[in-house]
């Protein structure tokens, strides 16, 4: 089994969820409380990465992350690096394909939380924020850790955005999933199907987690009572 | 001093001009039917929705003002709102609901605070319970220690009872009125419910169909209701149409209620067309011969329905118009008031009310 990609597969994934709770909870927290009447068009771009072709979005963020876009001259002025085939640019590309598997849950978790206890914590004088921190994060903790979950298993079992923007450069951009496809084009059956086994039986392991802390009876306290 | 109006897509038009006394023990109760949009004029002084033009004044402190572009956020009002359905923060035990909105002061005085909240609502013992282990009445004097915990300057409470089941409800309502008296808060409440709003309210307020009709001492506005519209929402049973078919110089009118004369007070400046007004309680009912009585309207009728209401019955007879009388259960049994019986029915002159229809 090729650890490398592996290792780099995590840390891909580890990342990516970490910056999705970063980016995804201000867009889902606007998304759940909005009022404004063209928010669905917003929902819709969250949601393209769900129904988009991998390639498809790989090709633009090749594109818009590449030497000659402004976000790539960019970034190059700022480190002396391009995006496009390393570590970061995939970390880029993930972020922007596992949006929908973080935003969705998240906006959902925090929508259902009953708006009087927001309207509540404002009345006792808790800010905006605090009350995020105070109220609505705990209330919505199980849909938050299910956006997390699912993202970091859709990250690691990512293939069309990984080969599109970051290539197939071992240690730096060389996933599992690339690594599976490279096994099976040398006819190397064995490394493939191990490594095969290894991802399905992470994201089983990942699934059960998921659905099992939605189990109400698990819940650290009643969500409605 | 509230006075805003606010508009909704597709629903009713809300205005509302109302004074409270800032300081000290009074009640005051806006009251009106569901829908009737008093909760949104307590969410627009709490800050927590928006209206479309007007002010709101706590004092000299302007809270929001549409001419001047003021709108204080909830946070810098901080006026103790009692949701109807209490919203207590499930994730957190009763203490720390108590404890949510008093975060800025410093450990010892906020412990105190707490603590004497807790007592004052005799919660002690619960302390440590989540939301979900409490009774509904339980539950009410968490959110109300909850609002009363930061000192708020007026306490805002949204149909406090409505929650409860009603045996619950009858002995919360005088708790409430007790606490509320100790207080001596400037309190607005919301009901639809007039035995709360008799119970609990100092001042009234009669809101209907999103316009504030009536403001006054709470007797006077059950009692003189100023328009039909204000009658029919705070619950005067009988509301006739009549005719004023001659004034008396003592002040009396003799007024013709399709076919029936009855004896009213004159309200003055009325036009002959009227509504006469009845209170269900007003009315006494008797049977058998009747000897002399001073009450001036005697009505003969059939009984036509007799309504168990709690301690007391509805009875509604037919006397030419449908009368509408409340007694108590006791009263019923010991008359032996059933449908299709004839009954005689007695209203004193005052409690014909009078509200003028005409006009120009």
């Known amino acids: 089994m090729d650890w490398q990609a592996v290792h780099l597969s995590v840390v891909l994934a580890a990342s990516t969820t970490f910056l999705l709770l970063l980016i995804g909870l201000p867009i889902a927290y606007w998304l759940a409380f909005t009022r404004w009447r063209w928010k ?25 992350l590449g030497p000659r876009s402004p976000v790539g001259r960019w970034y190059e002025a700022l480190t002396g690096g391009t995006l496009p085939f390393s570590f970061q640019g995939l970390l880029v590309a993930s972020v922007l394909y596992s949006l929908p598997f973080a935003v969705q849950p998240f906006a959902s978790a925090l929508g259902s939380v009953d708006r009087r206890l927001v309207e509540a914590s404002w009345c006792l004088g808790v800010s905006r924020a605090g009350t995020f921190f105070r109220i609505l994060a705990p209330l919505a903790l199980p849909g938050i850790v299910t956006g997390m979950v699912l993202s970091f298993a859709h990250t690691l079992g990512e293939f069309g955005v990984v080969l599109m923007v970051g290539g197939n450069l071992p240690g730096r951009t060389r996933t599992v999933s690339i690594a599976i496809y490279d096994e099976v084009q040398a006819l190397n059956y064995s490394a493939a199907a191990q490594t095969s086994l290894f991802l399905l039986a992470v994201s089983f392991a990942v699934l059960a987690l998921t659905y099992g802390l939605q189990r109400k009876a698990w819940a650290p306290w009643p969500i409605k009572w | 001093m509230i006075q805003l109006e606010k508009a909704f897509p597709g629903g009713p038009r809300i205005e509302c001009a109302l004074e409270l006394p800032a300081e000290g023990a009074s009640v005051t109760v806006l009251f009106g039917p569901s829908g009737a949009g008093k909760t949104t004029v307590l969410r627009c002084v709490a800050g927590l929705e928006t209206p479309d033009r007007g002010a709101i004044r706590f004092g000299d402190e302007t809270w929001f003002d549409s001419a001047r572009g003021i709108d204080l956020p909830p946070q810098r009002r901080r006026a103790g709102l009692l949701f109807q359905d209490y919203a207590l923060f499930p994730h957190l035990t009763v203490a720390a609901n108590v404890a949510y909105g008093v975060g800025d002061l410093p450990d010892g005085a906020r412990r105190q605070r707490v603590d004497e909240t807790l007592a004052l609502l005799r919660l002690e013992a619960l302390a440590d319970r989540r939301p979900v282990q409490l009774s509904g009445g339980e539950k009410q004097r968490v959110a109300l220690g909850r609002a009363l915990a930061p000192r708020p300057r007026v306490l805002l409470l949204d149909e406090p009872l409505s929650a409860l089941d009603a045996p619950t409800r009858e002995t919360l309502r005088s708790e409430l009125r007790r606490l509320l008296a100790r207080l001596a808060q400037p309190t607005l409440l919301v009901t639809h419910d007039r035995i709360e709003a008799l119970a609990l309210g100092d001042r009234m307020a009669v ?7 009536q403001v006054g001492p709470i007797e006077d506005v059950f009692g003189r209701p100023a328009d039909l519209e204000v009658a029919r929402a705070v619950g005067v049973e009988t509301v006739l149409s009549a005719k004023v078919v001659n004034r008396r110089e003592e002040g009396l009118v003799i007024i013709d209620a399709g076919g029936v004369l009855l004896t009213a007070m004159d309200p003055g400046g009325i036009d002959d067309a009227v509504f006469a007004c009845i209170r269900a309680e007003e009315v006494v009912l008797e049977r058998g011969p009747v000897g002399q009585v001073s009450a ?10 007799v309504t168990p209401e709690g301690p007391l019955a509805r009875i509604v007879l037919d006397c030419g118009f449908s009368l509408a009388a409340v007694v108590t259960r006791q009263a019923c049994r010991d008359l032996d008031i059933k449908e299709g019986e004839r009954l005689t029915a007695f209203v004193k002159s005052p409690s014909v009310h009078l509200i003028g229809r005409g006009g120009p």
């Open chain 2, 296 to 305: 001036r309207n005697r009505l003969e009728g059939t009984v036509s329905s």
């Open chain 2, 207 to 213: 809101i209907s169909e999103g316009r504030l009709r």
């Open chain 1, 40 to 64: 669905f068009l917003v929902e819709a771009v969250v949601a393209l990465p769900l129904v988009l072709p991998p390639t498809v979005l790989g090709f633009y963020v090749l594109v818009a």
